[in-house]
Each structure stands twice: as C-alpha cells, then as structure tokens.
C-alpha cells in the first residue's frame, strides 16, 4: 500500500506483472501503461484497473498528485 498526502506516485512493475490496482485520488490523475489492463473507471476518472491474474494487490491513496503503473521508466 501506498499512501501520501501529497505528491506523485510511480510504481512499475515488470512486463509481466499481475495486478488489482486500487487508487484513491482527490486531485490528479490515474495512468495505467498496460495495454493488456482492464480499466476501471467513475464517470471519466480511472480508479483502478487489472491484468492477468490480479495476483498482487496494490492501493494508492493520495490526497493530491498524479498515480503512474507502468512496466518500467521508459
């Protein structure tokens, strides 16, 4: 789990990693940079996603900044 009051959070997981990915973001945005993830959204935010088995589960709470997934920095 990851929670900040503030301020940007990356997290990258491998080419083949498994999630369930839960975001609660007040201000900011949710970018998931797995083509193969199954989105969810709350009107036009994306609040979470999922890919392959949902095998690790990751929450990222924050009060204000932007929630990046991704396989790596590139």
Do not use: I
């Not at 201000?27 to 998931?32: A, F, K, P, R």
């Not at 929450?59 to 396989?71: F, K, M, R, Y």
Request: no cysteine; aromatic share 6%.
């Amino acid at each position: 789990d990851v929670d900040t009051g503030s301020g940007e959070v990356s997290l990258y997981g491998g080419p083949d990693f498994e999630f369930d990915l839960t975001t609660d973001v007040s201000s900011g945005d949710v970018e998931v940079r797995y083509s193969d993830a199954t989105v969810r959204k709350d009107g036009h935010d994306v609040v979470g996603a999922r890919r392959g088995s949902g095998q690790t589960r990751v929450l990222v709470d924050t009060g204000s900044g932007d929630v990046t997934l991704a396989p790596s920095r590139l």
